[in-house]
């Protein structure tokens, strides 16, 4: 595989921005899902209705950036998904941030 010139037309650079930033994205909606259904006493049942909804548009977005960067399409036609991702980190941290002192509460 790495001898081959599969990768040629990639942009590498943007591919490894995509993957941080979905990596990212996953991980807070996760973990703030995971805090959610901790709370709520109900566990797995309701971490999977209420992530699925909230997963989806981040996993679509990631996989459209990262088909793209490796397709090797330039940033000015990439850079809408990419914005959408970083907009959809920052939602979520931000999110997790103010509901955090009620998630952690006895």
Same mark, same amino acid.
């Given at each position: ?10 942009? =590498? ?22 805090? $959610? ?11 999977? $209705?209420l992530g699925f909804p909230v997963v ?20 000015? =036609? ?14 979520? =941290? ?13």
């Open positions: 595989f790495l001898g081959t010139d599969a990768l040629g037309e990639a942009q =590498v650079g943007q591919f490894v921005l995509v993957v941080a930033l979905g990596g990212v994205g996953l991980a807070a909606v996760l973990t703030l899902i995971s805090a $959610i259904a901790a709370r709520a006493g109900s566990g797995l049942g309701l971490m999977a $209705i989806l548009p981040m996993l679509l977005s990631v996989m459209r950036a990262s088909k793209g960067a490796l397709d090797g399409l330039p940033w000015s =036609v990439n850079s809408t998904y990419v914005l959408w991702i970083v907009a959809l980190d920052v939602l979520t =941290v931000a999110l997790a941030w103010l509901l955090f002192p009620y998630l952690w509460r006895d």
